[in-house]
Structure formats: C-alpha cells, structure tokens
C-alpha cells in the first residue's frame, strides 16, 4: 500500500501545511485505536521539541488520544530518546515525539515508538494509515470511558540519570572543557546539566529556544557557530546536537569536524578492546564512508549496510544481534542502553574514550582517512525523474567509471522533494565529474517533467 503520510522518520511536514490541527487529531486516535490491547487503562507519553507549533499538535493530540479512551502523560521539550526511554520506564503503551528533528521551525512531524521504546514497523505505520483513512466516529469512546491528560514532573531528571548511568560509576570529566551546541532545541536544559554533573566546565550556546530559532545557524547541521566558540574559549572539544537530541557530531580542540563515521569508528574500536560488542562489527547505512568499511575491516570487524534512516540500522540490529551502529548524520544507536538514536548518550561514549586515552580529541577522533566523498541534492516538483532514460545512463556510465574503487548512491529523500546524489572512490575529480553528471540530467529531466 502506497504510503500517504508516513515518511522514513515518521510524519514530517510544514506545520499547518501538512501538520495540520484535524492530522494530529486524527493520528491520536488512530494510534490510540491500534494500540488498545487488553483491558488494562492505556496510557501514552508525549514529548516534543521548542517549536512553536508543538502546542498546537500537542493539544491536539491531546483530544485525539483522550477521545479513544487512552490517558496522556504530557512530558513537554524533551530529547526524543528521552520520549522512547520514559515511554518503556512508565509503562505506556506508545510514545509520541512531537519533532521536525533538524529541519527548520516551520516544519514540525510526529514520531511514535512502541511500548518496547521502539520506533514502530512499516507493518504497524501501515495499519495506522489505513485507519487514518476511515471513518473513526464509530470507535470513539463513551463518555464515561474518555482520557484523563496530566503534565509528568521531573521527566528531567530522570533522563539525566539515565544518561549518566551510562558511563562507568567512577568516570568523571573534571578538567574537561566542553562547548555544548544544543540547536535551541529539546536538550537545551538536559544536556548541560548532565556534562556539568559529570564534571566538566561547558560553554553552552544554541540553549535559549524561542519558538523560531531552532537549528537555525546552530546544531549539528550548521556547525560554523560552534567551530567558532571551541576555537574562542580554547576548549577541549565540541559536541552540538540537532533539534530533537537524537544525533551528534563533534568539533575537535583544532576546530575540525568529527562526523557520525568517525564517531562509530571510535565507539567500535573502543568496545572491541574491551570485549563489549555483541558481534564482530558495526551496523552502518549506504551513505557512511568507504574508508570507515576499510578501517574496521583491518581490525577484524565486518560493516553491513542498509538503507538510510536510524529505524533500518536498527531494525538490522535486532535481527543480526549487533549493538552498535548509526548514521554518518551522527544517529548513534548504542542499543545497550538506547532503543534509538541518543546523541548526549553517544557523546558520553566519546568523552569516556578521550578520558580513558588522554589525548586530544583530534587524535582519538581522527581515526581513519575518509575516501572522497561529495553528496548533491537536486529538488525536483514532481514526477519520477530517476525514470528518466537521459539519467539512467548518466547512473550507469557514473557507475562503470567509479568500478570497484568507490561508489554510488542516488535516492530520492524520505522527509522532502529532494534527489541525494552520492559518489565517492580514491580519484576525487572522478568523484565530482560523476555526481555532476548525474546531478546535470536529473535537474534536466525534473525541468521538463515540470514543463509538461
């Protein structure tokens, strides 16, 4: 069944333009309707990020759950993770994470985890859809039977425990100076006071969310402002997170970017040597870089692929017994601890690896030589421009050229009209003339399906 509102992380969309009041409604009662199992009181907990229109789907979530029966515990901007921790830990039975993630304030989404803390099945999304697509008046609850919603106090704290007990009791990071880039978003209180608990002496910017200036020149997508702040106060290391807290990447003492790749390269080596990972190797996705596979593969350790999106990685996970993989976003799934993608959690990870070997960050996190790599969006209005045969043998040719030296990934985004066009092998010229090529036909064909 073709999928009409559920994307690669959920819902994801231009609040009232796709988030729209009446779909956060109705998404409440479906969910609420699919995860009615038993007789018990269900509950559910929902949690969201600083933009302004998360009061808008929150309350109107709100009606939707409370109008099938199910109680609402109401946990306010909390770091996705968080969502999915508290929702296993207070025995709900679904977790709403009300987040755009790393898009702009104008977006918003609805993330929904499973009473496990697990982002939910295709299967389950499917069954969310078709009842998002009837009638639901004849299955709302009597009167007598309807949900009670309630605000949860100290939901901060108890993430920042949880967080905490994920390092050795007796790590400390005194001496530690740490710039922390909360992307005035939903780890802006949590994340600081977590490091500042531990030890270290933070610098905190991206930590005064206003409704509008989430992620905006801030956060793991645009690490300019905080490259500038390591270098300004002489810190340690930087660590920025994205809207909703579930990625990291990091900034070293030189003001040189650490990505996901390089972050899972640590992670790995780390818990080899102290016989921590379940299996041989890491989970990774097509898009992390060829000379993370090299490196593992020189220390024993294998590197399966799947598609983009944390919820893949960690499907594979599950069924193959790994319990460490990620994105090279910087979606770290340390699954030990975390059902999904926890970036304070996987900055601790970090910082316990730059306590244990006392070096500078850019040599604990420098450990590999990435393969060049250059990725391209192309937008497109509609239509099916990969269809194109101009693009087809634009892809084919790209193909032959880069041989077993590199590789080649192109797919259309899950959360926008976007075309990724990745590329990457030891000739860097190759690299770029390729995913021009590419990039040239599928601008070509996406202007005259336009046209037509």
Known sequence: MARKYFGTDGIRGKANGVITPELALKVGQAAGIAFQRGEHRHRVVIGKDTRLSGYMIEYAMVAGFT?????????????????????????????????????????????????????????????????????????????????????VESVHARYIEFAKRTLPRNLSLDGLRIVLDCAHGAAYKVAPEALWELGAEVFTIGDEPNGFNINHEVGS????????????????????????????????????????????????????????LSKPGIVTTVMSNLGLERYLASIGLEMPRTQVGDRYVLEYMREHGFNVGGE???????????????????????????QKQQKPVSQVCHVFDPVPQLLKNVRYAGGKPLANEGVKRAIAEAESQLGKSGRLVIRPSGTEPVIRVMAEGDDRAMVERVVDAICAEISGAAGRIAAE
């Open 67 to 151: 109008s099938v029966g199910m109680d609402v515990l109401l946990l306010g901007p909390i770091p996705t993770p968080a969502v999915a921790m508290l929702t296993r830990s207070m025995r709900a039975d679904l977790g709403v994470m009300i987040s755009a993630s790393h898009n702009s304030f104008e977006d918003n989404g609805i993330k929904l985890f499973g009473p496990d803390g697990f982002k939910l099945s295709d299967d389950v999304e499917s069954e969310i859809e078709a009842l998002l697509g009837s009638d639901l008046a004849p299955r709302l609850s009597p009167s007598r039977d309807l949900g009670r919603a309630k605000r």
């Open 221 to 276: 997508t645009a690490p300019d402002a905080l490259i500038h702040k390591v270098r300004e106060m002489r810190a340690d290391i930087g660590i920025a997170l994205d809207g909703d807290a579930d990625r990291v990447i990091v900034v070293d003492e030189r003001g040189q970017i650490v990505d996901g790749d390089q972050l899972m390269a640590v992670v790995a080596h780390g818990w080899q040597e102290d016989g921590r």
């Open 328 to 354: 090279q976003s910087g979606h770290i799934v340390l699954s030990d601890f975390t059902t999904t993608g926890d970036g304070l959690v996987s900055a601790l990870q970090i910082l316990a690896a730059v």
